[in-house]
């Protein structure tokens, strides 16, 4: 079967699924200008995203209409939400109906890339705007098909008011330190971690703060070793140990954890009902949204009983793809020039919060910025943006279906997680 037609039949298979979550998120296409529609006689760059945080939506909003405004060329923006994104994003290459602009991880980008849906990038302008290293660490198979933007950083961002109330003076090096932490935080009367996993992608998101610098720091093909099947969940000790760990940790959180979302979740750190989220660095920004005097700040998640180990996970996040079918390819890559241009970053990294990769930048104001870079520049971190950090498809599905019966103690051990993990994946290596 024609490589193109199979993607576009998997595509479908979500497409109904698809149409019924866009028609109940309550949003509609907005383009920059503010229209519901661009008109029939202009350009118009259809974008879809994921980003959920008001800050960070403000960012596009503000970038866009400046373009529009010196360029002429309107938007026609779709926002789902990171759950959704992906059925809805192949739906749309289903029907025909593809966005010119759009984000994956490296992970995702390989089913794209393989049917030729993604532009080479490799010649682009904006390359010169961004950091040395980020053209190198975005490479698939040697060409740069997406676009990295920010940096992320996998921790424990904290309330600090809560901390010092609780009279944490130190903050965690190693694995029982950590566990000790989180009793005195318990003693204290509140939540140590709010966990919001009512949506899918926190849960990853919270286990590779520690995981994936165990895993991947034996194995740097780990995920990919485990996809094709020339690895074994219950044959790895150091997984079997960091999912026991993970487990322990989600005895510390909040209530009805698979019945709070993440706005919930960040709302507790942002009024002090909770000590802290464990995620990415766009944390930040969505617990300062509820709060704007809540001052936060970030440390790695100890792993290990050697301090050493405990680094910040980092990685180059997801990166803009330019769809290769797009009637408007020239007005997307002159837009991505001024995505990366300095007034764009200093949005994004002071307004948005977020660590950007584009180059001579200010230092961010942000406290937690602030830390973060603090362990960069100390070489506190693991970065895995060369790697696979992330499983694929119905490999991530699998994953996270186990994941989540284990933490309901559906699933009672690691031992068992791992054998579940294994028949999962070898069930769907057998239909490939």
């Avoid at 890339?113 to 532009?119: A, D, L, P, S």
Wanted: charged share 30%.
């Amino acid at each position: 079967m024609n490589k193109n037609k199979k993607f576009k039949r998997l595509c479908a298979i979500g497409m109904a699924a698809a149409i019924l979550a866009t028609g109940c998120s309550g949003g509609k296409s907005e383009d920059a200008s503010g229209g519901s529609s661009a008109k029939a006689d202009k350009k118009t760059i259809k974008w879809l995203h994921h980003y959920s945080e008001d800050s960070t939506r403000k960012w596009i909003e503000e970038i866009t209409r400046q373009y529009t405004e010196e360029t002429g060329v309107e938007f026609d923006i779709q926002a789902v939400s990171y759950d959704e994104y992906q059925t809805l994003l192949k739906a749309k290459i289903a029907s025909d109906d593809a966005p010119d602009l759009f984000d994956l991880t490296a992970s995702d980008l390989k089913q794209f890339k393989e049917n030729g849906y993604v532009e080479d990038l490799s010649g682009a302008e904006f390359w010169d705007n961004l950091i040395e290293s980020a053209k190198e660490s975005s490479k698939v198979d040697g060409v740069n098909y997406f676009m990295p933007f920010e940096a992320n950083a996998s921790a424990a961002y904290y309330n600090a008011e809560v901390f010092e109330k609780a009279g944490i003076t130190e903050l965690p090096e190693t694995y029982t330190e950590f566990i000790d932490v989180l009793k005195k935080l318990e003693g204290s009367g509140v939540v140590p971690i709010a966990f919001g996993a009512q949506e899918a992608w926190t849960i990853t998101n919270d286990y590779r703060a520690d995981m994936l610098q165990q895993v991947l720091g034996e194995n740097p093909d780990w995920m990919k070793d485990l996809e094709a099947r020339d690895a074994k969940f219950a044959d790895d000790k150091t997984f079997l140990e960091t999912l026991e760990k993970f487990k322990e940790r989600h005895n510390y959180g909040n209530k009805e954890q698979f019945g709070t979302d993440w706005n919930k979740a960040t709302e507790m750190v942002a009024t002090g009902e909770a000590a802290m989220v464990i995620n990415g660095s766009w944390s930040i920004s969505a617990i300062q949204e509820k709060n704007p005097d809540v001052e936060i700040k970030c440390f790695p998640v100890p792993a290990t009983e050697k301090p050493e180990d405990t680094r910040l996970t980092t990685w180059s996040g997801d990166g803009f793809v330019v769809y290769s079918g797009s009637e408007v390819k020239q007005e997307v890559m002159d837009f991505l020039k001024v995505m990366t241009g300095k007034e764009s970053g200093n949005i994004w990294q002071n307004d948005a919060k977020r660590l950007s990769v584009i180059k001579d930048l200010p230092e961010a104001a942000d406290p937690a910025l602030g830390e973060i870079s603090a362990y960069m520049n100390e070489g506190k971190l693991f970065d895995v943006s060369s790697m696979q950090n992330e499983f694929t498809g119905e490999y991530y599905d699998a994953n996270v279906e186990i994941l989540t019966k284990y933490l309901l103690g559906e699933i009672k051990t690691p031992e068992d997680a791992a054998a579940a993990l294994d028949k999962k994946f070898d069930e769907i290596q057998s239909r490939q």
